[in-house]
């Protein structure tokens, strides 16, 4: 079993878009673009990891948020342009989950913008589990192979200059219910969450752009011998573990998709891991990085030896807020 791991496409368009439409976030959101991050996002990174994963032969694809920057619509039809025409997998082996791109403002969170466009990567084996949470229900599971792949969402529309997720305690409930179900038990488990489940030191900036229960999310898990946690939002390729009561889980950040930088745990690219047929182990993971001459290398995904620098502040890429 190969799964094909990337996130924060951040796919921009503002086709058909009225200036009345910024009078919101959506104005300090344009101001980023404007004077940096249009210059280092590019959709032709997007579509070079998406021909990369369709020659890897990959069994699912999982894309952890941000798949737009302002949660427009036309953005959005990008995003299914995308998925069905340049990636061109079956529904079936696609799962997709928002990140606070995606609920930019109050009314994408309200009119269920994400849900609208997104509904055929979100539909869950086990649907009489979940809850509703900003538009869709949470959390949904897609039984594949020796995988439980957990869809979560810990997208929330905040005001400017916040980009901070949560779960919730109702999806959080949700998530414990789903784990005690026996064709979720028997499986290896991956979670899919846009925030990183490991917050930053600094108190001010977990705050402004960090998971705010995260400590209620770990303690769910607390009975996992094993699983996976795949999440994107900081745009950096990183590996760290969280230790449960009884063994371990591995939790695994990918950068943006969309990204060209200097840094080399950030350029595009996406993660790959690859999971025993008949027991579900992990047995591999790794990164497939764009080069510049449009080639892919594989690489390691580094571990977190307490350097790496995963916030936005920290980076030369300002966030999209």
């Not at 108190?203 to 009975?223: C, F, N, Q």
Request: aromatic share 6%; charged share 25%; hydrophobic share 35%.
């Amino acid at each position: 079993m190969r799964i094909a791991h990337f996130s924060d496409l951040h796919l921009l368009s503002f086709e058909g878009v009225t200036l009345g439409r910024f009078l919101n976030k959506r104005l300090t959101g344009w101001a980023m673009l404007r004077f940096h991050r249009k210059s280092v996002h590019k959709p032709h990174a997007v579509r070079a990891v998406a021909d990369e994963v369709k020659r890897a032969r990959i069994d699912h694809v999982a894309i952890t948020g941000d798949l737009t920057n302002l949660a427009l619509e036309p953005e959005f039809e990008l995003v299914r342009r995308f998925i069905e025409s340049d990636l061109g997998l079956h529904p079936d082996q696609v799962s997709v989950i928002p990140g606070n791109h995606d609920v930019y403002t109050r009314g994408s969170a309200h009119k269920r913008r994400f849900e609208e466009y997104c509904r055929d990567w979100i539909r869950s084996d086990i649907p009489e589990i979940g809850v509703e949470h900003f538009g869709a229900r949470y959390p949904y599971v897609k039984l594949r192979g020796p995988c439980a792949i957990i869809g979560m969402s810990t997208a929330v529309p905040r005001g400017p200059l916040m980009a901070a997720g949560q779960f919730g305690s109702a999806q959080l409930d949700q998530l414990e219910k789903l784990l005690e179900h026996d064709d979720v038990k028997s499986r290896s488990k991956v979670i899919l969450q846009h925030h990183p489940a490991h917050n930053l030191r600094n108190r001010v900036i977990a705050y402004l752009e960090g998971l705010h229960d995260s400590r209620h999310m770990v303690k769910k898990l607390a009975r996992l011998e094993h699983g996976l946690i795949l999440h994107g939002h900081s745009h950096i390729r990183v590996r760290r573990t969280i230790e449960t009561e009884v063994g371990r889980i591995d939790v695994v950040g990918a950068t943006s998709a969309s990204l060209l930088s200097d840094h080399p745990h950030r350029h595009a690219g996406f993660n790959l891991y690859e999971f025993d047929d008949t027991s579900g182990k992990l047995l591999g993971i790794e990164a497939h990085v764009l080069g510049d001459d449009g080639a892919f290398k594989r690489e390691e995904v580094p571990l977190d030896d307490g350097r790496l620098r995963e916030s936005h502040h920290y980076s030369a890429i300002p966030p999209c807020r």
